[in-house]
């Protein structure tokens, strides 16, 4: 969708449309956004209950991941590392918090994409932690019935984000043990982005239902999995919002042959 329609606006918003955005940048406050000719479709790899029960073995590469959008996230193939792709670039943080761009031909075992285009943007301009940052964005939204994708920047006072311990075949314990028990990286006043995406209730175990996001520093010295966190000063919060969703299955043998029994979702607000 290239437009909103306005919803609420509080003392805490400062919610632009597209259309006064055009406004802002015809006056050159704001740079101008292309019109993108990328679909503004979300694109997901594997299904979340493939990946739930120890489909650790993806077949997608990070250079065909590049072809489906600029922002995402995920996890590298075995688990060996979380995934944060910014302005077309898959990161990939290790489960010793190193942090390295992702190569073409390594391989993904689930991820979330899209070519980012920006519907509207609006400005926390207060702190908030992890669980007030998702009510305020809740109250944000034009309905929670479409698919979002979002980029956050700000200061990040406190923050705490997960990464993944590596994996080896056989495989033993699905991520509903794994999660619990993921190495945890923390770091304070933490200037970066957040890449996330929304999926409606109705998703049921195709995906993450409500909100997922995943951090990387501006220096790229930090990154993972948003665990918590406390902001500093405003976050500038830009959605896109998308009504076509594309998803692709992994094509191997453990996708084959796994038994959909377990099932596991974050924490909902
Ligand atoms: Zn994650």
Same mark, same amino acid.
């Given at each position: 969708m290239r !437009?909103? &329609?306005l919803i609420s606006i509080c003392t805490l918003y400062f919610f632009i449309s597209c259309e006064q955005q055009k406004e802002k940048d015809s006056s050159g406050i704001t740079a101008v956004q292309e019109e993108s000719t990328k679909p503004d479709t979300y694109y997901q790899y594997s299904i979340w209950w493939a990946f739930v029960n120890k489909v650790f073995d993806g077949d997608l590469t990070?250079?065909?991941l !590049?072809? %489906?959008g600029n922002v995402g996230l995920g996890s590298f193939d075995f688990l060996d590392g979380e995934m944060v792709m910014l302005d077309g670039i898959p990161y990939r943080i290790r489960e010793n918090g190193e942090i390295s761009e992702g190569k073409d031909d390594e391989e993904i075992v689930y991820a979330n994409a899209a070519f980012f285009e920006e519907d509207a943007q609006f400005v926390i301009n207060h702190s908030v932690n992890f669980e007030t940052f998702r009510s305020e964005?809740?109250?944000a939204l034009p309905s &929670?019935?479409?698919?979002y994708a979002f980029k956050i920047h700000g200061v990040f006072k406190t923050l705490k984000l997960g990464g993944l311990n590596k994996q080896s075949k056989p495989f033993v314990d699905g991520l509903d043990v794994l999660i619990p028990n993921r190495p945890v990286f923390e770091g304070e006043n933490i200037t970066g982005t957040m890449i996330g995406f929304f999926c409606p209730e109705f998703i049921g175990n195709i995906n993450v239902a409500g909100y997922h996001f995943h951090f990387i520093a501006d220096d790229k010295k930090i990154g993972g999995h948003v665990m918590e966190f406390e902001s500093e000063g405003s976050l500038i919060v830009l959605l896109d919002k998308m009504k076509d969703y594309h998803f692709?299955?992994?094509?191997n043998e453990d996708f084959e042959n796994v038994r959909l029994n %377990?099932?596991?979702q974050y924490k909902k607000n």
């Open positions: !437009k909103l &329609t990070v250079g065909e !590049k072809t %489906k964005i809740n109250k &929670t019935n479409f698919f692709a299955l992994p094509d %377990k099932e596991f």
